[in-house]
Structures are given as structure tokens and as C-alpha cells.
DNA sequence: CACATTGCATAGTGGGCACTATATATGTAG
DNA sequence: CTACATATATAGTGCCCACTATGCAATGTG
């Protein structure tokens, strides 16, 4: 007995949110057909079906396995770092400046589900669900920081929470677009300006020059 | 003589290129068929391909036709507001607080295009020139503003503008998966605090109160 | 008034894809 | 060992859609 059938029906569940995770972000939703996921996953079309029911199942599957993981290793590479504004730019480096990484590819996406959301409430529920969740947990840290660090944000922990998320977001889009016009001392500023830190030393400053990256990396949810 | 042939040709690729537009932003690229843009222009699926050659064609031409639009109506939107917080909240409500407007569907519209930019080289090329032309606008607007208001940006006009642009972005974005998290204060806070504008008073103050929405319109461009 | 050209319509055509119906093989129970 | 249950494979089916080939009526030209 090589497995028994509830091993065998949990690795192929697996597989399957692996691969389409993996399609989903690199070619786009409407770019990738269930044959094609089931075909990375090294099974057929009939077991996506029998696990998920449709497509549309997957789709939401694989964002719910997604939960968490890029804030949780952000987390971690921010408290391996030392200075205020190094921190800072840890933040950023892992949000919007990882190409070809594993976050580079949650980033695309997030963005398929985003505008998957604007058009299908199912998706909407299932985002809007999330983005509470990682809401709170940034508002947490980010206040503990501020006091940490003596500073005065902008807003409130909860506000605060959104508008650094929506910077950085806003930040890594247009980097993708046109990569010259965002950079890290760039970000830093920004963020700096939001935490209420006052006001950001010039580029000579060694905290927001080309950092060692650092290596959490990010597991594949179960 | 109801037309000549050449008034004929420019009236349909008008209406071309406003359902397209349209309908692209309303279901999403891959979710329109070129007969139903030709439909809703009210020709058919052969004048899409005489005029434009291919749906990635038409698309281009949308993308072409589309440029400046939006800025324009914003800076005429700032224009005839007085106080400096009240600007920086018509500049929010033009971009991120006009759900079912013209600029909400432009928006969308974007975003349909960053994303298949995010994929396609062709349409990057283009989003790119778009990006770069309406920075250098708003980098030069902002700092006029700035120097007016005697205030001291936390960047260069040119990292300003990015920072700015990059801010209403992910506001707007984060506004759409889940609306209460998202205020016309919060944005001003933002944006003040990156204009160096320490510190904003509380919502007690009226200048971000709910405002008269302004009634600029757009047109589409030619 | 011949007749070329243009601008668009009409009518396919082939391929891809979501989804279904059914078969098969492997594990499971009595 | 028999009989059933389950997990996945196989083989369609019908639809949608980008794109093409061609027709045709209106416009332009001498």
C-alpha cells in the first residue's frame, strides 16, 4: 500500500493550490486553463473537479490557503534588522523590491484577485475578509513600533496600517511599470513621512544604501 | 450626401474607441469580445478589424486616446477650490471617492492595463510613456503648489509626484475591496504629510468635511 | 455615366476551454 | 474473496471567440 486514499486526496488538493497559485499569478487568471493546473500539478482536469467543482472553486481555494504568509515574513525580516529607517527599508524591500521572488509573485497575484473582486463579490467577500485581518495585524506592530521609536504617526494605528499599505502597494505598481522611478530611499521617505519621523536624512546616509538581502523564505501554505 | 467616407471612418473609430473604453473597464479585457464592442458602437466585428487590425490593437488605441484625460479634470478640479487642505481633498475625491463616475471607470480601466502590462511588452511600452509624461505634470504642479503654500515636501517634485501618485493608488484600491476603511481625512492626512504639511488638525475642522462634489466633466478624447 | 475605391457587413472557421459523463483502478469493508 | 466506495483518468460536448474571406453599397473620379 503506497498511501492510503485520504494521503493520496490531500497531496493532489495540494498540488493542485500550488500550481494554481503559481499559473494564476504568472499568467493571469483568464490565461491559464484547468487542464493547464491540473497538468502542472501532474494530474487531469477530472481531479480539480472532484476537489474543487469548478474553476471559480480553485480560484477561491488558492486564496484562502494564501492567508498570512507574506505578512508573516515580513515581520520576521523586519525584526532581524536594527536601525529605524533600516527597518523601514526592510519593509519596503520585501513589499516592492524582490523581483523574481516569491513575494514578487503573491504581489501579481493579489492583483488578479483584486481585479477579480471588482467584478465578483464572491471574490470581494473573500478579500475584503483578508485585508481586515492583515489590517490588524499591521496596526499592531506598527504601534508598537511607533512607541518604540518615540515617534508620532500620522494617524491613528489602524488608519496608519492603511495608508502604509496603500503606499507601498501604490509603490510597487508603479515600479513595475516604469522600475527607474521608485527606489528604496525613495519608499523610506515616504514611510518616514507617514510614521511622523521628521525629516529623512539625505541619500548619503548609509541606512537606505543596498542592504544585504536578507533569506526568510516563504512556504507554500498547506 | 449624408457624410463623406473620411467623416464616416473618424465617427466610427470614435465610437470605437469610447466602447472599447467602456466596455473594457466595465467587464474587463479578456471578459469583452470585439463583437460586442463593435455592437455597442453600433457596427460590427469587421470595422474593428479594418480599423484597428486586432482587439490588441484596439486596446493600444484606447490606451493612446486615453492619455492626460484624467489629469486634466483633476488640476481643473483643484483650481476652484481655496483653502490647502480643501485641494488636497479634491485631489482624493477626483481620484478615489467618484464611485460610478467617468474617473471610476478610467481607474478600472488602468488597472485592466497595468495588469496586462505586467504581462505584455507591448502595452508596458505604452503605459510607460503615459506614466512618465503625466509625472512630469503633476511633479511640476506640485511644485508650484508647495513653493505657493510654503511648504517642504519630503522629496523632489519628481519623487513627490511618484509618492503622491503611488498613495491615491493604493487608497483607491484599498477603497474598493472594503470601503469603511478608507476616508476623504485619512487621505488628506496622507498627502499633507507628505507635503510636509505637519501636523493635520482633527475632523472637528471642516476643510475635509463632506464636500459639494464639483462638477467637471470628462470628455473622451478624440 | 462608367467604374475604381473605400468602409464596413456578412458569414464562416478553427481552436480553446469550462464543464460533464463515464470508465478504471485502487483502496476498503465484511 | 467479494462487493462496494472513492479518487482520479478519459473522452467527449457545446459554446465562445479571435480572426479571415468575401460581398456590397455608398462614395469618389474622370
Same mark, same amino acid.
Given at each position: 500500500?503506497?498511501?492510503? &486514499? ?6 493532489? *488538493? ?33 481531479? $480539480? ?6 474553476? &471559480? ?12 504568509? $507574506? ?8 525584526? !532581524? ?5 533600516? &527597518?523601514?527599508?526592510? $519593509?519596503?524591500?520585501? !513589499? ?10 503573491? =504581489? ?23 485585508? !481586515? ?16 521609536? =518615540?515617534? &508620532? ?23 513595475? !511599470? ?27 546616509? *548609509?541606512?537606505?544604501?543596498? *542592504? ?11
Amino acid at each position: 500500500m503506497a498511501q492510503t &486514499q485520504g494521503e493520496r486526496k490531500a497531496e493532489t *488538493r495540494a498540488r493542485l493550490l500550488a500550481a494554481g497559485a503559481d499559473l494564476f499569478a504568472d499568467r493571469g487568471i483568464d490565461g491559464v486553463s484547468v487542464d493547464a493546473v491540473a497538468e502542472a500539478a501532474g494530474r487531469t482536469s477530472g481531479a $480539480v473537479y472532484a476537489h474543487f467543482g469548478s474553476k &471559480q472553486g480553485l480560484l477561491l481555494a488558492v486564496l484562502d490557503a494564501w492567508k498570512q504568509s $507574506v505578512l508573516t515574513v515580513l515581520f520576521a525580516e523586519v525584526a !532581524i534588522t536594527d536601525s529605524p529607517l533600516g &527597518q523601514l527599508a526592510a $519593509v519596503w524591500d520585501n !513589499i516592492g523590491n524582490n523581483p523574481d521572488t516569491d513575494s514578487d509573485r503573491w =504581489s501579481l497575484l493579489e492583483h488578479e484577485l483584486w481585479q477579480r473582486a471588482a467584478r465578483d463579490p464572491e471574490v470581494a467577500d473573500a478579500l475584503r475578509a483578508r485585508s !481586515i485581518e492583515s489590517r490588524g495585524r499591521s496596526a499592531h506592530e506598527l504601534s508598537r513600533w511607533a512607541s518604540t521609536m =518615540s515617534v &508620532q504617526p500620522v494617524a491613528d494605528p489602524d488608519d496608519l496600517a492603511t495608508l502604509v499599505k496603500a503606499l507601498l502597494t501604490g509603490l510597487e505598481m508603479q515600479r513595475r !511599470i516604469e522600475p527607474a522611478s521608485v527606489n528604496c530611499d525613495l519608499a523610506v521617505r515616504g514611510l518616514a513621512a507617514l510614521m511622523g519621523m521628521s525629516p529623512v536624512p539625505g541619500d548619503s546616509d *548609509r541606512t537606505t544604501s543596498p *542592504r544585504q538581502r536578507n533569506t526568510v523564505t516563504h512556504d507554500t501554505p498547506a
